[in-house]
């Protein structure tokens, strides 16, 4: 019953992680078109890639919720972990690709209110989603629950350089701080993707 109970857990957590992206992407690409802010336009499109990781994962989940057989239910364990894996590797070559592009161009990204808001709620609330994905994922046993909340960990990081970025370049001109925190982050999405894809544990 226990086992049952967090199962249930894992999939409204995931669930609103989805609701979350889908309205925090909107909102995001919306305003960053608005604003010419790329920094704010990528952190949208960041979020779509965590919205098909999410689903993705709650399809696995709705599988051990609905009484499959152990067999699908690990076979499609594997093949979460292993997409989720992959959209690791995608949100690298976005973060590299875009950072890179920020600083050869030297392009400070637009100052946006509505980008610092959404940044911030981002910030508060993605780690608390991430924590109760990684426990509901301990409880059940699921490697490709705990890989996409990681992933959405991940995700609150870049909230968190978009913030510094939006800041550090209003108050003091340092258009570079965003993409430098960025790219900090790409070795260990890498790590996490190749470990997912090839189905590896990381406790």
């Known amino acids: 019953m226990a ?3 967090w199962t249930r857990i894992g ?8 609701v ?3 309205v925090e992407a909107g909102l995001s690409v919306f305003w ?6 790329i920094a704010l336009m990528g952190f949208g499109l960041d979020s779509v890639i965590e919205l098909a990781a999410a689903g993705v994962l709650l399809w696995r989940l709705r599988l051990e919720e609905r009484g499959a057989s152990e067999e699908d239910v690990e076979s499609g364990e594997r093949r979460v972990q292993q997409f989720v894996g992959v959209t690791f590797i995608t949100l690298a070559l976005y973060v590299t690709g875009q950072s890179g592009w920020i600083l050869l161009a030297a392009k400070a ?20 989603v991430s924590w109760g994905k ?3 994922a301990r409880q059940i046993g699921s490697k490709a629950l705990a890989a996409e909340a990681r992933e959405t960990l991940a995700c609150s990081y870049l909230s968190l350089t978009l913030l510094v970025g939006l800041a550090a370049n209003s108050l003091w001109g340092w258009w570079w701080a965003d993409p430098v925190a960025a790219l900090l982050m790409v070795p260990w999405l890498v790590k996490e993707g190749i470990e997912g894809i090839r189905g590896e544990d990381d406790d």
């Open 3 to 5: 086992g049952r109970n």
């Open 11 to 18: 999939l409204v957590l995931v669930i609103a992680t989805m």
């Open 20 to 22: 979350y992206n889908a």
């Open 32 to 37: 960053g078109y608005w604003a010419h802010s």
């Open 109 to 128: 990204p637009d100052e946006s209110i509505v980008g610092i808001i959404i940044a911030a709620a981002s910030l508060v609330i993605m780690p608390l």
């Open 134 to 136: 990684l426990r509901a």
